[in-house]
């Protein structure tokens, strides 16, 4: 079966571009989660969509970030006049369900972000 | 805001030998989890400890959960070179519709054939 998968596996840019990073969650799973790991770090939470809607987006650092998951499968995230600082690996998860219960999240590979 | 401290941050040791790597906070959780991630990948769930006071086995691996939620050991017995990778602890958290991950900076585990 297929897991997470995220596009592209690397990403490198210039500073002041626009990048969008994709994610296509396991099928069926209508909890969709980012999360960026940057060097040295753990990860950490940027937002999180239940179907369609961003239930909660109060990870995104500013107003540069923003995700979108229209159908509630695939989703990207896009990040404007990227910085050097934003340059991490970006995860995506994806589980179950979500709301009162706790269904384990499944993280995909990753997209290593570089921003010159 | 929790404060979560992981460590040792690095840990190199020689293959078959033991290991025992701690998440602390002065936070009470109602859950943790431990995870493992490898190069290039994403992280994979080892366990989740829910009562204080418990105790996880996973064939070589033991994990504990404080008394009193607030810590948690993972120890690993006769250490192969296939656990190389990065241990994460990660409390659960109830966030805005969700439970959220708060992930700790991790020990980066090396075991040297």
């Known amino acids: 079966g297929a897991g997470v998968s995220q596009t592209p596996s690397n990403k490198v840019t210039e500073k002041g571009k626009y990048v969008e990073l994709r994610c296509d969650p396991i099928s069926g799973h209508t909890a969709l989660y980012w999360y960026r790991q940057s060097l040295g770090q753990g990860p950490e939470f940027l937002i999180y969509?239940?179907?369609?809607?961003?239930?909660?987006d109060s990870g995104l650092p500013n107003d540069r970030f923003f995700a979108v998951r229209p159908e509630g499968s695939v989703s990207t995230l896009k990040i404007q006049r990227t910085e050097r600082g934003d340059s991490a690996v970006y995860l995506c998860a994806s589980s179950s369900q979500a709301g009162t219960t706790y269904n384990e999240q499944f993280f995909g590979p990753g997209t290593r972000l570089t921003v010159l | 805001t929790q404060l979560l401290e992981q460590s040792p941050q690095f840990l190199s040791i020689q293959e078959g030998e033991n290991l025992t790597v701690y998440c602390n906070s002065s936070s009470v959780f109602s859950s943790l989890q431990w995870y493992r991630q490898e190069p290039g990948e994403g992280p994979v769930l080892l366990v989740t400890?829910?009562?204080?006071?418990e105790v996880k086995k996973l064939k070589r691996l033991t994990f504990q959960f404080g008394d009193a939620r607030k810590d948690s050991s993972l120890h690993i017995t006769a250490a192969q070179p296939g656990d190389t990778g990065l241990y994460l602890c990660a409390p659960l958290t109830r966030g805005a519709g969700s439970y959220q991950l708060t992930f700790g900076k991790g020990t980066k585990l090396s075991v040297i054939p």
């Open positions: 400890v829910v009562t204080g006071g």
């Open positions: 969509f239940q179907g369609t809607g961003a239930a909660d």
